[in-house]
């Protein structure tokens, strides 16, 4: 099993409707969570770390922590087509900093 | 901003050469980190380094090896380089923790012909 999966997608969205991006992680002793955005041929950018249970927003952006299930989600307010990228959860589990493979996300104008 | 650069954005070079990638933060990060990045196999950890000369191997270390002689530089080395080596390769720092908030880099594309 890997340490953190995420769904691949692709995940298409019309412009304006929410995006939800899931994330499972396999450590219970993971402490701390990310979000990254990468667009084709980049390097991955930081949207949003999260390290406690509950939701955290920044903007159009929302991140949910379940510690118990172990899930993180991201959520999208009013998608954007400049939002159609890969994202990358990540997990720190104290001694290791995994990635997950990543979810493509399209924003269909 | 935390600013992490790598020397080159593309890089062409042939089976059996010697290859260095060179890394460098400019914001006196403790470790520093090498990762390549492959379709379908995320970002898999080569190195890292937690402090001037010393290294720890990640996942993947076969075939590299990495020198860290300033705190601001971090260097990934392919002995001789495959065309299984091929990939995307990724720099990344963090300050404070080890395992915190990872920076990249813009990234280098190294073809193997």
């Known amino acids: 099993q890997k340490e953190v999966e995420q769904n691949s997608g692709p995940l298409s969205v019309p412009e304006g409707a929410i995006a939800s991006l899931n994330c499972t992680y396999s450590d219970r002793v993971s402490q701390s969570f990310f979000w990254y955005r990468q667009y084709s041929g980049k390097s991955p950018e930081l949207i949003m770390s999260i390290y406690s249970n509950g939701d955290k927003e920044d903007g159009r952006f929302t991140a949910q922590l379940n510690k118990a299930s172990q899930y993180v989600s991201l959520l999208i307010r009013d998608s954007q087509p400049s939002d159609s990228a890969t994202y990358l959860c990540?997990?720190?589990?104290?001694?290791?900093?995994?990635f997950g493979t990543g979810t493509s996300l399209t924003v269909i104008p | 901003d935390v600013k992490v650069t790598q020397s080159s954005r593309y890089l062409v070079k042939r089976t059996g050469e010697k290859v260095f990638l060179e890394c460098v933060q400019d914001m006196d990060h403790e470790n520093m980190f090498w990762y390549r990045q492959d379709p379908g196999l995320g970002l898999r950890l080569i190195y890292f380094?937690?402090?001037?000369?010393?290294?720890e191997k990640g996942d993947i270390p076969e075939g590299y090896s990495v020198s860290r002689e300033k705190k601001e530089r971090f260097s990934l080395i392919l002995e001789s380089a495959s065309t299984n080596q091929t990939s995307m390769y990724l720099c990344?720092?963090?300050?404070?923790?080890?395992?915190?908030?990872?920076?990249f880099g813009p990234g280098t594309r190294l073809l193997v012909l």
């Open positions: 990344a720092s963090t300050g404070g923790r080890l395992w915190e908030t990872q920076y």
């Open positions: 990540a997990v720190n589990t104290g001694n290791q900093f995994y």
């Open positions: 380094s937690y402090d001037v000369k010393m290294k």
